[in-house]
């Protein structure tokens, strides 16, 4: 099946620095999305992506979508102790004849105070 | 807000047993799916259904099924649970391809 691969695995930094993660794939997608979960909980929605090339900002986190259709970058700016959490990345290359998504395996961020 | 509800946040249950896992969106969302999430193995796609009554398998159906007898509930169904189910299972739905999950129930199979 397809993959998305995420990187990296996890990230280990300190408060006030950023944080850049990144999802790739060999196939096109039509839809990038980033998802954070906190430990134990669902994840959750962070932003989703729908053109190439397109940049978008949710307060301190901001996404991109690859102009090849390839790959996704989500960045944190000036990290705090609860953006700890693994942070997913999720594509969609169905062509709307279903509505499954293809999830990378996540990266895990710790945030030392 | 969107609101995905689960049945239980941790169950514990016995080998052989019948487990029922509910889901419950208030949306009026189209779709709804069944993941596990296994350390190292990421999210992984047990059964998706797309209307009532409607299912598909996703990556990983062995061992499970689904009912969908209502739009804003879809129930997974372990029939005789094992050791290797034991598992976080989170429910998701969606309008189109922006998926909301549930808190997820911690699965344990003794």
């Known amino acids: 099946g397809q993959q998305l691969n995420q990187s990296p695995q996890s990230m280990f930094i300190q408060e006030g620095e950023d944080v850049s993660m990144n999802c790739t794939s060999s196939?096109?997608?039509?839809?990038w999305l980033w998802y954070k979960q906190d430990p134990g909980e669902g994840p959750v929605l962070l932003i989703a992506l729908y053109k190439a090339g397109e940049l978008t900002s949710n307060g301190r986190l901001t996404a991109q979508f690859g102009i090849t259709r390839k790959d996704s970058f989500l960045n944190i700016s000036a990290s705090i102790p609860s953006d700890v959490g693994i942070y997913f990345c999720a594509g969609e290359n169905s062509g709307g004849s279903n509505y499954k998504l293809t999830f990378g395996k996540g990266t895990l961020l710790t945030v030392n105070p | 807000d969107v609101k995905v509800t689960q049945s239980s946040r941790y169950l514990v249950k016995r080998t052989g047993e019948k487990v029922f896992l509910e889901c419950v969106q208030d949306m009026d969302h189209e779709n709804m799916f069944w993941y596990r999430q296994d350390p190292g193995l990421g999210l992984r796609l047990i059964y998706f259904s797309y209307d009532v009554k409607m299912k598909e398998k996703g990556d990983i159906p062995e061992g499970y099924s689904v009912s969908r007898e209502k739009k804003e509930r879809f129930s997974l169904i372990l029939e005789s649970a094992s050791t290797n189910q034991t598992s976080m299972y989170l429910c998701?739905?969606?309008?189109?391809?922006?998926?909301?999950f549930g808190p997820g129930t911690r699965l344990t199979v003794t």
């Open positions: 196939s096109i997608f039509n839809t």
């Open positions: 998701a739905s969606s309008l189109v391809y922006e998926q909301y």
